[in-house]
């Protein structure tokens, strides 16, 4: 979870209350919206940006400066704004399997007991740099 410092707080605040301020345009950035359909293709860019990822494009801005998970829509339902990212998950462990009487058994080493039959494998992943 962030926790909003003064130095932290007084940018981010700028920039979200600031962004529908000036929109860029085909000259540039404009401080007022030309025509209405300027504005439109805005708010379009917008829902569409909130319905695919869950963020609006200020949380997608929040999230890069920060490093963090940022979101508004999580903001509004659980009352964090940002959080650390999940850590990935652990690799799958190999597995041996062997045929037994009723049902194949599994184990994580390889199991030579007598006649037992190997009937399949998996091996642990390998980590992709």
Known sequence: MIRLTAPLAAPLA???LLSSCAFVGRE????????????????NLEVLSVINT??????????WITG???STVRAQ????????????????????????IAKPSCYSQPYNEGNDRLI???????PVR
């Open 14 to 16: 700028a920039m979200l």
């Open 28 to 43: 540039g950035i404009e401080t007022e919206v030309a025509a209405v359909g300027d504005f439109n293709l805005f708010m």
């Open 54 to 63: 869950r963020k609006t494009m200020g949380d997608h801005v929040a999230t």
């Open 68 to 70: 963090k998970d940022c």
């Open 77 to 100: 339902r659980e009352g964090v704004w940002c959080v650390d990212w999940p850590a990935p998950p652990s690799p799958p462990a190999q597995v041996y399997c062997y045929a037994s």
């Open 120 to 126: 399949g494998f998996v091996p642990a992943a390998i």
